[in-house]
């Protein structure tokens, strides 16, 4: 199935579905009204690489304890969710479920993502795992593409295992990633809180 407008809408409509009476009011109006032919920009891999490369000197980077020359998408870590852009490699690869992880990213409160990268060390680990899991809530064709996929497996299963050792875990998860209201995920192993929250 082809990268498309349509399919990055579907996405967008999922998670707002899902998860509207979570998110803050202004977030949900926010992306309602700029869709995701504003949202996104789904672009050739050339095109796709130099705001990656952008990106990633700028911000990413300075985060990040690996090296990484590109990757399928991302979105950039604005502070205010609503001027977020997703950016998408449309290269023959890349697929569609891809946009619905992505999705996620772009309704995370500011205090989780980009505060997850900033903090650094086993948290952009953490912080992706949280995104594959809501991500795997969202359709459960979704949910079986990117297990077969095994997209982000290892840091979905410890996130996984972390909500299973106690129901509370998740809703306080989705405060967290959604609305910004601090959590104690320290038990997750490597965890450090965000400097200020």
Same mark, same amino acid.
């Given at each position: +199935? %082809?990268?498309?407008?349509?399919?990055?809408?579907?996405?967008?409509?999922?998670?707002?579905?899902?998860?509207?009476?979570?998110? =803050?009011?202004?977030?949900?109006?926010?992306?309602?009204?700029?869709?995701?032919?504003?949202?996104?920009?789904?672009? =050739?891999?050339?095109?796709?690489?130099?705001?990656?490369?952008?990106?990633?000197?700028?911000?990413?980077?300075?985060?990040?304890?690996?090296?990484?020359?590109?990757? %399928?998408?991302?979105?950039?870590?604005?502070?205010? %969710?609503?001027?977020?852009?997703?950016?998408?490699?449309?290269?023959?690869?890349?697929?569609?479920?891809?946009?619905?992880?992505?999705?996620? @990213?772009?309704?995370? @409160?500011?205090?989780?993502? =980009?505060?997850?990268?900033?903090?650094?060390? @086993?948290?952009?680990?953490?912080?992706?795992?949280?995104?594959?899991?809501?991500?795997?809530?969202?359709?459960?064709?979704? &949910?079986?593409?990117?297990?077969?996929?095994?997209?982000?497996?290892?840091?979905?299963?410890?996130?996984?295992?972390?909500?299973? &050792?106690?129901?509370?875990?998740?809703?306080? +998860?989705?405060?967290?990633?959604?609305?910004?209201?601090?959590?104690? +995920?320290?038990?997750?192993?490597?965890?450090? +809180? %965000?400097?200020?929250?």
């Amino acid at each position: +199935m %082809p990268l498309t407008y349509s399919r990055a809408q579907t996405a967008l409509d999922r998670a707002l579905d899902r998860f509207q009476l979570i998110l =803050p009011y202004h977030m949900v109006q926010t992306a309602k009204k700029r869709g995701a032919k504003d949202i996104f920009e789904i672009l =050739p891999a050339v095109d796709f690489q130099k705001f990656f490369d952008l990106y990633w000197n700028s911000f990413f980077k300075l985060h990040f304890s690996g090296v990484v020359t590109t990757c %399928p998408a991302f979105v950039t870590p604005d502070q205010d %969710p609503g001027k977020r852009k997703i950016y998408v490699k449309d290269d023959g690869v890349t697929k569609p479920n891809t946009l619905d992880h992505e999705v996620i @990213h772009y309704l995370q @409160h500011p205090n989780f993502y =980009p505060k997850f990268y900033e903090v650094a060390g @086993h948290n952009p680990f953490i912080l992706e795992g949280v995104t594959e899991y809501f991500t795997r809530e969202l359709d459960s064709e979704v &949910a079986k593409e990117r297990v077969l996929d095994k997209k982000y497996q290892p840091n979905f299963l410890q996130v996984e295992s972390w909500t299973k &050792a106690d129901a509370s875990r998740r809703d306080a +998860m989705v405060a967290y990633c959604f609305q910004g209201e601090k959590v104690d +995920m320290t038990t997750i192993s490597g965890v450090a +809180m %965000p400097v200020g929250m």
